[in-house]
């Protein structure tokens, strides 16, 4: 028998229409803060300024993207996506990823370079473009903060975030140089800046690329959970447990289930019962579950080669 559990229309359907809106929002606000940093930069003569705007120009294509991802999202199954677009986002975090893990390399290099031979920088155009971009940035982050669940989203909230750090680095950098005339401090910036970039996004390509790869999620442990079906009666024997990812909030199983034989009605509360336990111990959605007829002879998955048994105790 197999039964398929509810994705709940209203649930992972993405980050719902208001923050959507917000991601919008965002894209349209960094690309003003682009040429601001980017004329800014170039007037100024500061590498902090343009690798910053750099980055923010990064981000764009990456943010647009998330705004498309977070609308694919809420888009229903169909008959050739029967588990809808819920992957749309995680497939936009993973490129997210790789785009600025990319520039931050090339960022890194160009800093090292401007390092060993640094120039004056005009710190008092530095200080005001940190304060705008601080705001933008800082505005960013905080609208899209409840929806930094999502993975997606929390690309864009991660980068928002280190954003208004590094316009806070940048602004106290700029007092440095100008109280001291250590301009060395202006390629140092991007340096951090391209450093810090590089290791958020490794973090976002890894989680981003464990879904993908249809991993088990973080939070659960495979033995756990089909020892806490085994708990249910007369469940006899648990196997070919798979459980991954659909999308953020939406994680699904199936597996093969033994148990003796009985009528159809008391199968179907039987069913209900361990769906109700994987949704609210584990929150586990979308099941797929089988039932077999004890005494059969196993044939377990490659997940769990040793089926778990009731104990004969």
């Known amino acids: 028998m197999d039964h398929y559990g509810h994705d709940h229309a209203d649930h992972g359907h993405g980050l719902g229409q208001a923050v959507t809106n917000l991601l919008g929002a965002a894209v349209a606000a960094t690309v003003v803060l682009v040429i601001i940093e980017f004329v800014a930069g170039f007037a100024g003569n500061s590498l902090a300024l343009v690798s910053d705007g750099i980055h ?139 450093v810090v970039v590089l290791w958020t996004s490794g973090g976002i390509l890894r989680e981003s690329g464990h879904i993908l790869l249809e991993g088990l999620p973080r939070a659960l442990q495979l033995q756990e959970v089909a020892s806490a079906i085994l708990k249910i009666p007369p469940v006899r024997e648990v196997h070919d447990v798979h459980i991954w990812t659909l999308g953020t909030g939406l994680n699904a199983l199936s597996c093969h289930v033994r148990i003796p034989d009985m009528h159809m009605e008391e199968s179907e509360k039987l069913l209900l019962s361990i769906r109700n336990l994987l949704e609210r111990e584990f929150q586990i959605t979308h099941t797929t579950i089988q039932f077999e007829r004890a005494g059969l002879p196993a044939q377990s998955g490659p997940l769990m080669p040793a089926p778990a048994r009731r104990s004969a105790h």
């Open 56 to 194: 923010n120009l990064t981000d764009i294509p990456g943010m647009a993207i998330s705004w498309l991802a977070a609308r694919w999202a809420t888009r229903p199954p169909t008959h050739e996506k029967t588990f809808g677009y819920h992957r749309a986002g995680i497939l936009a975090a993973f490129a997210n990823a790789l785009v600025l893990g990319l520039a931050a390399l090339g960022l890194i290099s160009e800093s090292v370079l401007h390092l060993r031979h640094p120039e004056p920088v005009e710190t008092g155009l530095m200080m005001g473009v940190a304060v705008i971009a601080l705001l933008i940035n800082g505005g960013i982050t905080f609208a899209v903060h409840r929806g930094r669940r999502d993975l997606n989203v929390r690309t864009v909230w991660i980068h928002n975030l280190g954003d208004a750090l590094f316009d806070v680095a940048i602004f106290v950098g700029a007092l440095a140089i100008h109280f001291t005339g250590a301009v060395w401090v202006d390629p140092a910036l991007g340096i951090g800046i391209g």
